[in-house]
Nanobody
Framework: VQLQASGGGSVQAGGSLRLSCAASGRTFSSFTMGWFRQAPGKEREFVARISWSGTITYYTDSVKGRFTISRNNAKNTVYLQMNSLKVEDTAVYYC????????????????WGQGTQVTVSS
């Protein structure tokens, strides 16, 4: 089982990035998929999650209205569209998969990708 995150990079504040996370080794179409991030010296924090059907999404308050999570089950891929990026969004972003619904703590997620760096400059 592998999760491969990509799409990170360096942008100026106000810019946009789209992260992708491709899963391989098994199908995750029935699982919750989520994004977390970890800034230097800080704990890993929840960013967004999406239900197996793609119809239910949930975001941490700081990204609501700016980030959009989506998924393509046919491609076993989850996306995170990040708009209006802020300096405080700078972190390593991780995708993860959970067998249970409505989960948002790292311990509740079962599989993790390797992370992709997002750097936002002022």
């Amino acid at each position: 089982v592998q999760l491969q995150a990509s799409g990170g990079g360096s942008v100026q504040a106000g810019g946009s990035l789209r992260l992708s996370c491709a899963a391989s080794g098994r199908t995750f179409s029935s699982f919750t998929m989520g994004w977390f991030r970890q800034a230097p010296g800080k704990e890993r924090e929840f960013v967004a999650r999406i239900s197996w059907s793609g119809t239910i999404t949930y975001y941490t308050d700081s990204v609501k209205g700016r980030f959009t999570i989506s998924r393509n089950n046919a491609k076993n891929t989850v996306y995170l569209q990040m708009n209006s990026l802020k300096v405080e969004d700078t972190a390593v972003y991780y995708c993860a998969v959970a067998k249970l619904p409505f989960v948002y703590t790292p311990n509740e997620y079962d599989f993790w990708g390797q992370g992709t760096q997002v750097t936002v400059s002022s």
